[in-house]
């Protein structure tokens, strides 16, 4: 069974800050997703990343793609309230007739003025 | 003029009535997916369609079951609601499998179910 574990659970830090989220497996990806969501909305894709060592900056979001294809991480710099939220990672299962995402179980953001 | 609505938005229903959420979305997209947030599980598969009339079971199929006659509609049945199914349910829908590429899964705003 594929795996996405993400750490730390819970980030609080103060504006201006900088950050990182990591989410790692023991099974190998073909691309990774990560996804932001808000108290009473759905997820909302940021980025996709799909070669080893790949590297997308997302204005002050960096996320990176490591080169076994086992693991990601999500930097921001300078990080401002609006950032606050749940950063999920999502990862390709071929299981079933068809593929489909599974989740890593979040990393809740808090950004304090 | 979004393009994945799900209904209702609440709900509390008693143990043991059946339950049925909908997803509409107006994108015309192949793939359509059930998901359930719970606290310290995150989201997890329940039912997906690759089609009309073509579905498949996730992870946490147990005690649902799932329609899907139309491209825009994908409804979710809890056959006789438990407490355990009190969740947040979120539908989502992609053009391609597993939502890679782009756009990725879009989801809805969930459904919040409480069984009592």
């Known amino acids: 069974t594929q795996l996405l574990e993400q750490s730390p659970q819970f980030l609080s830090i103060q504006e201006g800050e900088n950050l990182t989220v990591y989410c790692n497996s023991s099974s190998v990806f073909s691309s990774l997703q990560w996804y932001r969501q808000e108290p009473g909305e759905g997820p909302v894709l940021l980025v996709t990343v799909v070669t080893g060592g790949e590297v997308k900056k997302l204005k002050r979001l960096t996320f990176q793609f490591g080169d076994a294809r086992k693991d990601s991480s999500l930097h921001i710099t300078a990080a401002q309230p609006g950032d606050t939220g749940l950063y999920l990672c999502?990862?390709?299962?071929?299981?079933?007739?068809?593929?489909?995402?599974?989740f890593g179980k979040g990393t809740k953001l808090s950004v304090k003025p | 003029d979004a393009g994945i609505t799900q209904s209702p938005r609440h709900k509390v229903t008693e143990t043991g009535t059946p339950v049925t959420l909908r997803c509409h979305q107006t994108e015309n997209h192949r793939y359509m997916y059930w998901y359930r947030q719970d606290p310290g599980h995150g989201l997890r598969l329940i039912h997906y369609?690759?089609?009309?009339?073509?579905?498949d079971k996730g992870e946490v199929s147990d005690g649902y079951s799932v329609s899907r006659s139309k491209t825009e509609d994908f409804l979710l049945t809890l056959e006789s609601a438990t407490s355990s199914q009190t969740s947040v349910y979120f539908c989502a829908i992609s053009d391609i499998p597993g939502g890679v590429g782009y756009y990725g899964y879009t989801f809805g705003s969930g459904t919040r179910l409480t069984v009592v």
């Open positions: 369609s690759y089609g009309v009339k073509d579905t």
């Open positions: 999502a990862g390709m299962n071929y299981g079933g007739s068809q593929g489909n995402l599974i």
